[in-house]
């Protein structure tokens, strides 16, 4: 009986203590990264704490004194840096963070919302300066959180997940119009800390823009079910993805309507290292596309574009990417005699560039059917072993090194539509190879000569 009270009181003890001795994991994260934060440039204004029994609730208010810190260690985390004249678009923001946490060691997530509450100084000047409505509207749209970002940050295990604030406001301008934007359903999710993910993805429900002025008109663009994905294994090796269900804009005005419906709508983009080569790829497709202005439309089924660039010299490729972040930091000195030998040292070691695929299965203009389109590529630079000591001798020695072969298949009622268009363009028959429904055009570029179809040229 002792035992068990003494094992009672020992339960009560752990119940009373744990929640005053906190979630000391948590804490001490927390104190870490605002001990980063305040030697990057920030400052916290204000600091306020709330303690429950169960939970712990932190209020911050954040302070961008030093620009120029900041941009510093913003660079850290990206391979797309940027410059240092940026450091005033930034100084003088202040943001808002709200933290919550449990108190009890069960859980490492802290509950994190952020909200810009006032503009950087330079950027709100320059747009009361500009337009007054805009930036009075901005401000007040700051001042009552309109901006604002929750995420729940998992510490041990690492990852977050989130959602953006739903945003639905109207903007009444001086001169008669009006604007409203609707934005919902933003999600997402990633590994790794927040400034640098290894993975990141997202959804948007709808973002919407409408614009319209008395009875002269309006404009609404419109984007529905977006969805991203990427992975980053480094500064220069990542996949990422994007796809649209639905685009589309419209505009009406007196004396004419003009209408952009896109569905089904994907891109994607990708860099790899391997070895001592780079490879990297972009793929494009649109399912279906519709530009209407008046009674006139033209509509396209399956859009398709994939290129793939391969054999890149790491090294060069890292030292060249290196040049134009110096230059994007600061114009004013760039080094254009760096740039060129940095580019001519990329492309003398050789370099793929191959257009697998662009294409329209079909296309049709005024209801006439002109079927499709397709046209693939590949050019090969072979290394370059004499020494080049200009742009001109680059281009001089890429055109004896390379070899050139693309093909055309374009449909007999498309080719016919463009060959009447284009004076003497029906001149490009006598070059065709006639493949049922299509002419095909394959063209090769080689030791310095040229053929369409085996015809030099």
Request: hydrophobic share 40%; charged share 25%; net charge negative.
């Amino acid at each position: 009986m002792k035992k068990i009270i003494i094992a009672l009181v020992v339960i009560v003890a752990i119940v009373l203590i744990v929640p005053f001795v906190g979630n000391k994991i948590v804490q001490g994260e927390i104190e870490k990264n605002l001990e980063m934060l305040t030697s990057s440039g920030i400052k916290i204004q204000e600091r306020t704490e709330e303690n429950f029994y169960f939970k712990t609730k932190n209020h911050l208010k954040m302070f961008i004194e030093e620009g120029d810190k900041f941009v510093l260690w913003m660079n850290k985390f990206s391979a797309n840096q940027l410059p240092t004249y940026s450091a005033d678009f930034f100084e003088g923001a202040i943001v808002g963070v709200d933290l919550e946490y449990w108190n009890f060691p069960i859980s490492d997530s802290v509950a994190v919302s952020f909200y810009p509450l006032e503009m950087p100084n330079e950027i709100e000047h320059a747009l009361l300066d500009e337009n007054e409505v805009l930036g009075v509207f901005l401000q007040n749209f700051l001042k009552k959180k309109g901006l604002l970002y929750h995420l729940n940050f998992h510490i041990t295990r690492g990852g977050f997940d989130g959602y953006v604030k739903d945003i639905k406001e109207t903007l009444d301008l001086d001169n008669g119009s009006k604007v409203a934007i609707t934005m919902e359903g933003v999600t997402y999710k990633g590994d790794g800390p927040i400034v640098a993910p290894t993975k990141l993805s997202s959804k948007l429900d709808i973002l919407r823009v409408q614009g319209e002025k008395d009875n002269d008109g309006s404009v609404v663009i419109e984007i529905k079910n977006i969805t991203t994905d990427a992975t980053f294994e480094s500064n220069i090796s990542y996949q990422s993805s994007l796809e649209a269900k639905t685009l589309s804009f419209d505009l009406k005005e007196k004396w004419q309507a003009l209408a952009f419906n896109g569905n089904d709508f994907s891109v994607s983009v990708d860099a790899k290292i391997s070895g001592v080569k780079a490879n990297g790829s972009i793929q494009t497709s649109l399912e279906g596309l519709e530009l209407t202005q008046g009674q006139e439309a033209i509509q396209i089924k399956k859009f398709n574009y994939s290129l793939h660039i391969s054999e890149v010299d790491k090294n060069s490729y890292e030292t060249l990417q290196t040049l134009i972040q110096q230059a994007q930091n600061n114009l004013s000195q760039v080094d254009e005699t760096a740039l060129e030998k940095g580019i001519i040292e990329l492309v003398s070691k050789g370099i793929v560039v191959e257009l697998k695929d662009l294409s329209v299965k079909s296309l049709s203009i005024k209801n006439q059917d002109l079927k499709g389109i397709s046209l693939k590529a590949k050019i090969i630079v072979n290394p370059i072993q004499q020494t080049l000591y200009d742009i001109h001798d680059m281009m001089e020695a890429v055109r004896e090194n390379a070899t050139v072969a693309t093909t055309l298949t374009i449909s007999k009622e498309m080719f016919d539509f463009i060959t009447a268009q284009v004076p003497f363009g029906s001149m490009a028959i006598a070059y065709a190879k006639d493949d049922g429904n299509n002419y095909v055009f394959e063209a090769k570029y080689e030791n310095n000569n040229f053929s369409i179809n085996g015809n030099p040229l």
